[in-house]
């Protein structure tokens, strides 16, 4: 009997041990996502990107092909969103979330940019980030 008290009472804290660990892992990747949209509505492209993974291994994927690494990554932004009047003011909803493993989440969501000069655009995104060296950080980003 103490046994059976013993084992059920390891289940329960390890649930409540679990929960509480994806508490914590999604207030911080929507932290992160925060930052994001904080630092895009400064017209900051460079604290934007500190949410992306610095690595050549970094995929981000749109309508235009698949783009490799931080760098381009970068570029691309600055390319495609030159001034304040292009980036606008975004605004992220998030759809669902889900966290894969210990250390992998997967969020799909809504992103709309308002733009008084160059018309309102949005679509939609998804994200994988991953926890590296007790960071999070996207991993691949698929955004249409």
Same mark, same amino acid.
């Given at each position: 009997?103490?046994?059976?008290?013993?084992?059920?009472?390891?289940?329960?804290?390890?649930?409540?041990?679990?929960?509480?660990?994806?508490?914590?892992?999604?207030?911080?990747?929507?932290?992160?996502?925060?930052?994001?949209?904080?630092?895009?509505?400064?017209?900051?492209?460079?604290?934007?990107?500190?949410?992306?993974?610095?690595?050549? @291994? $970094?995929? #981000?994927?749109?309508? *235009? !092909?698949?783009?490799?690494?931080?760098?381009?990554?970068?570029?691309?932004?600055?390319?495609?969103?030159?001034?304040?009047?292009?980036?606008?003011?975004?605004?992220?909803?998030?759809?669902?979330?889900?966290?894969?493993?210990?250390?992998?989440?997967?969020?799909?969501?809504?992103?709309?940019?308002?733009?008084?000069?160059?018309?309102?655009?949005?679509?939609?995104? @998804? $994200?994988? #980030?991953?926890?590296? *060296? !007790?960071?999070?950080?996207?991993?691949?980003?698929?955004?249409?």
């Amino acid at each position: 009997m103490i046994f059976k008290i013993t084992v059920l009472f390891f289940l329960i804290f390890s649930f409540q041990f679990s929960l509480a660990q994806n508490s914590k892992n999604w207030q911080e990747v929507n932290s992160l996502l925060a930052m994001q949209e904080k630092a895009w509505n400064e017209g900051n492209i460079d604290a934007f990107m500190q949410g992306y993974w610095k690595n050549d @291994s $970094l995929k #981000f994927v749109s309508s *235009k !092909g698949v783009v490799y690494g931080w760098q381009k990554t970068y570029e691309r932004y600055q390319k495609n969103y030159p001034d304040r009047a292009s980036m606008g003011v975004l605004k992220f909803e998030i759809v669902s979330k889900e966290q894969m493993g210990k250390e992998v989440y997967f969020v799909v969501g809504k992103w709309f940019l308002k733009r008084d000069e160059k018309g309102d655009i949005g679509g939609y995104f @998804s $994200l994988i #980030f991953r926890k590296i *060296k !007790g960071k999070w950080c996207i991993v691949a980003d698929h955004t249409s």
